[in-house]
């Protein structure tokens, strides 16, 4: 696993949005839902909506554009959608908000 640091404290997003950042040339939303840190991908599967004009229900983060719904905590879609989102593991410590990345075979050979 890769930690990358990609929010100081004073960045997060207040309880109950979502923001995105920019990592590479990769978008992660990062959802604060009831003042846990999650991170996920930033685009719904189903439709391509983007999961930052989007919203939190009862630990799901809902797609804007269909209304699909994400668990916040493995990504799998609502019953009947048959799909899911990539969520990354997070981790705030005294310096910021790091985001958890597998690492490929390929990453390490060239790091």
């Given amino acids: 696993m890769r930690w990358i640091k990609v929010l100081n404290k004073a960045q997060l997003p207040i309880t109950d949005s979502i923001k995105t950042v920019k990592i590479d040339s990769k978008q ?15 685009f719904c599967p189903h439709a391509g909506g983007h999961f930052d004009g989007g919203w939190c229900k009862k630990g ?20 009947g959608q048959g799909d899911y989102i ?3 593991p997070t981790e705030i410590k005294d310096d910021g908000l790091y985001i958890g990345f597998k690492e490929s075979w390929w990453t390490k050979l060239w790091n």
Wanted: proline share 3%.
């Fill in 60 to 79: 799901n983060l809902v797609c804007p554009i269909h209304r699909y719904e994400y668990d916040l905590k493995t990504g799998r879609g609502a019953e």
């Fill in 86 to 88: 990539d969520v990354y």
């Fill in 28 to 42: 992660i939303c990062i959802i604060n839902d009831g003042d846990q840190i999650y991170a996920t991908q930033a």
